[in-house]
């Protein structure tokens, strides 16, 4: 049997490049190798890049009424077209379908926010700051851009980087993760479809080889990067010390905080909720539940109780929860369930023993609940990425903002309490870049922006919404006067206003 090899995306058509490495891609819910990705080298990458810049100058010309027209078709195209993509995404990463469709939903968001890049690319404008003596802005695209993306939202993350990107006038080189690499060529096409030029989105697949050269590329203008911390951080001092814009997302070890006058009900359906929705493998994912002591083992109970009615398995069966993305990733997972055994913390929900509607050969693990972790556990300080929960007790509001504010990560946090006098301060104090009160996820609307504090962001700028049209955007700043003959004369003083 012969195995499928996808190709790099380059020039509006797939291409081979000249590097003959490959990286299997997987069907996690089978534990089968289902294709082969091409892995880029350096000479390659360049090539790409060389591509991209000769669309550019087309595309960075193009009236605002031509770009947003793209992005209109796009955003049909997608919409009528999602349940292919979510089959894509659900076929290499193992997340259920409905979840496939909820990610795909929130990229969407994205492009219409793209769409309207007329009203964003508005400038200011003052008169007569001196006499006679205009001052206006404008801001333009930065050239060539690299997008380097995880393998946790094969379509989302892409979308929220290159829809404003392109719309906003730039050329684009996707580096998407080399686990679940098709939704991205898939999405190539689509734009190609939707008029966009060839050659002003580019995809190229690979690994640190194919990162590097982007990295280190004087033909690439910006960086954006998402995924783990140490990555995160070598991307931004790598790319940064090459001269580039570069804004960098990492890790995240989100907190939910639980006081003791909360809907204990509402607050198990969401710890749930965002505790094991694609199976844990969210940035934005709740992986510890601080509960105040006087509810916490009423909390604990309750979360357990809705833990027993989700079925994990295939994603294309309406299972709850599906796959983690390759078996030894699904192996690292599991151990921390041995790790908090030791540590003295409490197994209440053992994940290794579930029952699968799936593939035996699935990297599969169930729901797992830890209760009383201790804060000196792996368990508590890791970033699993995996479908566990941690319980940890806390005597009160402040103990359990002192915990928040002292991990090393800032993605996103949440406040579960009825006390809206709490919530206020709980906005207020901690050092989070994204916060949800008695919303356990706060992913921002696409006007808004996405980032976190701390190691989980490196860099100025935020992801979509008006930080990444600022991102993608380089301001000028212009002074103008329409010379008469009363303006004549030698004056070598600095300029004042007259
Ligand atoms: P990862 O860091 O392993 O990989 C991310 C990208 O970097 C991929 O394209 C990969 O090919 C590349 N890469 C991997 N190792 C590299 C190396 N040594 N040198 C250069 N490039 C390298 O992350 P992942 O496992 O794909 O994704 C999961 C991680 O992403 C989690 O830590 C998660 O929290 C994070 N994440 C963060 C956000 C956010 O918004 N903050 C969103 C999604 C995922």
Redesign the pocket.
């Known amino acids: 049997m012969t195995t499928t090899i996808l190709d790099h995306w380059v020039g509006g058509a797939p291409w081979p490049g000249a590097s003959d490495r490959t990286s299997p891609v997987y069907n996690p819910a089978l534990g089968r190798v289902q294709k082969e990705v091409r892995l880029a080298s350096a000479g390659d990458v360049d090539a790409v890049v060389g591509v991209a810049h000769e669309a550019l100058t087309q595309w960075r010309g193009a009236s605002i009424s031509k770009r947003q027209g793209v992005m209109f078709a796009f955003r049909e195209l997608l919409n009528a077209r999602k349940q292919e993509l979510a089959e894509i995404l659900t076929a290499e990463h193992g997340k259920v379908l409905s979840d496939a469709l909820g990610e795909i939903a929130r990229g969407m968001e994205v492009v219409e926010f793209a769409c309207g890049v007329g009203h964003l690319t508005k400038g200011a404008y003052s008169e007569n700051v001196s006499t006679d003596v205009d001052v206006y802005t404008l801001r333009q695209p930065l050239g060539v851009v690299g997008i ?6 094969p379509a989302m ?1 892409p979308l929220w980087f290159f829809s404003i990107a392109l719309a906003a006038g730039n050329a684009v080189v996707l ?5 679940d690499p098709s939704a991205a060529n898939w999405m190539a096409a689509l734009l190609r479809e939707a008029g966009l030029p060839d050659g002003v989105f580019n995809v190229v697949h ?3 080889q ?3 050269a982007l ?1 280190e590329h004087p033909g690439i203008a910006a960086i954006s ?8 951080k ?2 931004y001092e790598t790319a940064t010390g090459h001269g580039k814009r570069v804004q960098a ?4 070890k989100n907190h939910m905080l639980v006081l003791p006058d909360a809907d204990l009900d509402l607050a198990a359906d969401a710890a749930v909720n965002a505790g094991f929705g694609s199976a844990g ?4 994912a709740v992986s510890v539940v601080l509960a105040v002591d006087a509810v916490a083992d009423q909390l604990v109970a309750k979360v357990a109780e809705r833990m027993a009615t989700l079925r994990t398995g295939d994603g294309t069966r309406g299972c709850d929860m599906g796959p983690l ?1 390759t078996g030894p ?1 699904r192996d690292k997972v599991a151990s921390y369930i041995d790790v908090a055994a030791a540590d003295g913390a409490t197994v209440v929900v053992d994940g290794r023993g579930v029952t699968v509607d799936g593939d035996p050969n699935g990297f599969w693990l169930g729901p797992t609940l830890i209760d009383r972790v201790p804060t000196s556990s792996s368990v508590y300080s890791d ?1 699993i ?1 995996g479908p566990v929960l941690s319980i940890v007790r806390v005597d009160g509001y402040e103990h359990g903002v002192e915990m928040i504010n002292a991990s090393p990560y800032g ?1 996103g946090t949440a406040i579960f309490t009825n006390d809206g006098g709490a919530a206020r301060r709980f906005q207020r104090e901690v050092t989070v870049g994204m916060i949800g009160i008695n919303v356990p996820i706060p992913v921002p609307v696409a006007y808004h922006s ?3 504090w701390k190691a ?2 490196f860099g100025d700028a935020k ?1 979509y919404g008006p930080h990444g049209f600022d991102f993608y955007t380089a301001e000028k700043a212009i002074t103008s006067r329409w010379l008469d003959p009363s303006h004549g004369g030698l004056n070598l003083g600095f300029p004042q206003h007259t």
């Not at 580096?175 to 686990?179: D, F, I, L, N």
């Not at 990067?225 to 995160?232: L, Y």
């Open positions: 380097i993306s995880p393998f946790n939202f993350v580096k998407p993760s080399e686990k690979g690994d640190k194919a990162v590097d990295l990067f998402v995924g783990s911390t140490p990555i995160a070598y991307v997302l990492g890790g995240a493998e969210r940035c934005m993305i990733h970033e990425f993605n996405f980032g976190g989980s962001l992801a």
